[in-house]
């Protein structure tokens, strides 16, 4: 068997044979979609709020602005549960101001979804006595920086339950994926999922900090969980349909660079020659896709040459 067959063998078993802890084991049956969302009035230039049930919010990054990742807020009885990533200060404020259209209830808690290290100019402007939570690797990229935090940081190590009031928002730590320490979190009343940047819709995505083949498996965890409705980083809400069709174009991907590692291209050749012809109209590809080859064959040959 050649080196490129035990190589997608390889993937493959890990992909369909390794088992992830998920709400529930049974194959979740479809529902009907909810009911469409409710125009609302913007009061900040970052995001457009779209509604996806009584008490949470997708914050739809707007083509063109600041923001360029989206976000979620959930309002609860007691307090509101916001979640993101790259959050500079004006995307903040930009967030805060369109919760506070909607409630006048304290934002108790920030889900910090990951964090690219060296990046200090996101992340770090959380206004004063703001929680931040996230995963302990984000912690640790977090931490590493030359800049520090001045905001409370909290984290963890799988998971965490928060109860902001008549709603339950779950977080997992998925460990490597699009980072080394990236956070999904569900609302199970409601059956929506925020995948942040584990998941592009009609986009290429960003992959310069990213774990290929836990890539895969977490785009796997996210399909098992069933949601109804995820908020995917770059794009429009969307289902598992759209999980699937982005980890297709990830597989296609990642087999087409497994290719060229087997011919023995180096990186400086397999940029050279490196196509997707049937993937080229997708958002970010002239502008993404040699940085994302870059990252893909550093980690790939690193992890299956022999």
């Given amino acids: 068997m050649s080196l490129m067959w035990r190589i997608l063998l390889t993937i493959i078993i890990i992909i369909h044979s390794t088992t992830i802890v998920v709400l529930s084991s049974e194959k979740v049956e479809k529902k009907p979609a909810v009911e469409p969302a409710v125009a609302v009035v913007s009061v900040q230039g970052s995001f457009l709020i779209e509604p996806l049930a009584p008490s949470v919010f997708a914050a739809i990054?707007?083509?063109?602005?600041?923001?360029?990742?989206?976000?979620?807020?959930?309002?609860?009885?007691?307090?509101v549960v916001a979640a993101g990533a790259h959050m500079t200060k004006?995307?903040?404020?930009?967030?805060?101001?369109?919760?506070?259209?909607?409630?006048?209830?304290?934002?108790?808690?920030?889900?910090?979804?990951?964090?690219?290290?060296?990046?200090?100019?996101?992340?770090?402007?959380?206004?004063?006595?703001?929680?931040?939570?996230?995963?302990?690797?984000?912690?640790?990229?977090?931490?590493?920086?030359?800049?520090?935090?001045?905001?409370?940081?909290?984290?963890?190590?799988e998971g965490l339950t928060l109860k902001p009031g008549g709603v339950s928002v779950v977080l997992t730590n998925i460990g490597k994926g699009h980072t080394n320490g990236d956070i999904v979190v569900f609302i199970p009343e409601a059956e929506v999922l925020f995948a942040s940047d584990l998941l592009y819709v009609n986009s290429v995505g960003y992959m310069g900090s990213g774990y290929m083949t836990d890539w895969l498996l977490a785009l796997d965890f996210l399909e098992q969980?069933?949601?109804?409705?995820?908020?995917?980083?770059?794009?429009?809400?969307?289902?598992?349909?759209?999980?699937?069709?982005?980890?297709?174009?990830?597989?296609?991907?990642?087999?087409?660079?497994?290719?060229?590692?087997?011919r023995g291209d180096t990186l400086e050749q397999t940029l050279a020659s490196f196509d997707l012809p049937q993937y080229r109209k997708m958002d970010g590809?002239?502008?993404?896709?040699?940085?994302?080859?870059?990252?893909?064959?550093d980690d790939l040959n690193n992890n299956f040459s022999p």
């Fill in 225 to 262: 969980i069933g949601a109804r409705q995820i908020v995917p980083g770059y794009g429009p809400v969307s289902n598992t349909e759209d999980v699937y069709v982005f980890g297709q174009f990830f597989r296609d991907f990642l087999t087409a660079v497994l290719q060229h590692i087997e």
């Fill in 61 to 79: 990054a707007k083509s063109g602005s600041q923001a360029t990742t989206n976000a979620l807020f959930v309002i609860g009885s007691d307090y």
């Fill in 90 to 157: 004006p995307v903040i404020d930009d967030l805060y101001k369109a919760i506070a259209a909607r409630t006048k209830k304290p934002i108790r808690y920030f889900v910090l979804a990951h964090h690219h290290t060296g990046y200090t100019y996101v992340d770090f402007d959380f206004p004063p006595g703001q929680d931040v939570l996230m995963s302990w690797q984000t912690w640790k990229n977090i931490d590493a920086e030359i800049r520090k935090p001045d905001y409370s940081s909290l984290f963890f190590n």
């Fill in 285 to 297: 590809y002239e502008q993404l896709i040699k940085l994302n080859l870059k990252r893909a064959y």
